[in-house]
């Protein structure tokens, strides 16, 4: 009976598993996930060919400006000698140009540029300082998918802190090498439908070096 109960409790186990990779897979912002994590990687390897089709991947994505996405800091830090995740950005360098040092221009540019009609993927270019943080803060109801993928070399953990009027207080905190930091996150929750839900994210720098970061959301 007891090995047909852990039998049992085995093909739940691995059910479960199997289903939540599967959600996890299927998340509304994957493809802008991994042509994020793509252009990061050509950038690194100095493939023109490579970064040219990032950034066609990520423009076939449909991703607008994250607006909402609001700076909890004090001071925010320039962009400047940093990757900003965004297709003008990737296709400047694919051509040859030093934009590194135009990041912050770029960037801004991107919020003013048009936007797709529906706008269902968010991204924008964020910072942080080496072995710090950083908080942003949004508003959101329903469904929620959030990622972040660091720059080449960047290792971050993410923190998510979500509160409501009605007394709502739950984390969704990375638990994964968090101490150490990973080059890219991803998760996705389900938020109260029936009132506005304030989102919390910090983002911690893990590694040696200050990083840009590009936060996705549906």
């Known amino acids: 009976m007891r090995q047909l109960v852990f039998v049992l409790l085995s093909i739940?186990?691995?059910?479960t598993t199997s289903a939540q990779n599967a959600t996890?897979?299927?998340?509304?912002?994957?493809?802008?996930f991994n042509a994020c994590i793509a252009m990061r990687d050509a950038v690194a390897a100095n493939d023109s060919s490579a970064i040219r089709q990032s950034?066609?991947?990520?423009?076939?994505?449909?991703?607008?400006?994250?607006?909402?996405?609001?700076?909890?800091?004090?001071?925010?830090?320039?962009?400047?000698?940093?990757?900003?995740f965004d297709e003008a950005f990737a296709d400047s360098l694919a051509d040859g140009k030093d934009v590194y040092g135009k990041a912050d221009d770029m960037n801004r540019s991107k919020a003013h540029r048009g936007q797709t009609a529906d706008g269902s993927i968010l991204t924008k270019t964020c910072f942080v300082k080496a072995g710090k943080s950083t908080k942003y803060s949004f508003a959101s109801k329903g469904h929620q998918e959030l990622a972040v993928v660091a720059e080449a070399g960047g290792l971050v953990t993410m923190k998510v802190h979500?509160?409501?009027?009605?007394?709502?207080?739950?984390?969704f905190d990375d638990t994964k090498n968090v101490k150490k930091g990973m080059p890219q996150r991803k998760t996705s929750f389900e938020l109260p439908t029936d009132?506005?839900?304030t989102v919390e994210q910090e983002i911690v720098n893990c590694g040696p070096k200050d990083c840009s970061f590009v936060v996705i959301s549906n």
């Open 24 to 32: 996890e897979d299927s998340l509304s912002i994957e493809a802008a």
């Open 55 to 84: 950034a066609r991947d990520l423009k076939d994505c449909g991703t607008t400006t994250f607006n909402s996405l609001r700076c909890k800091d004090d001071s925010i830090a320039s962009l400047q000698g940093h990757l900003v």
């Open 195 to 197: 009132r506005r839900n």
């Open 162 to 171: 979500v509160t409501n009027s009605a007394g709502l207080d739950k984390r």
């Open 12 to 15: 739940w186990g691995v059910s």
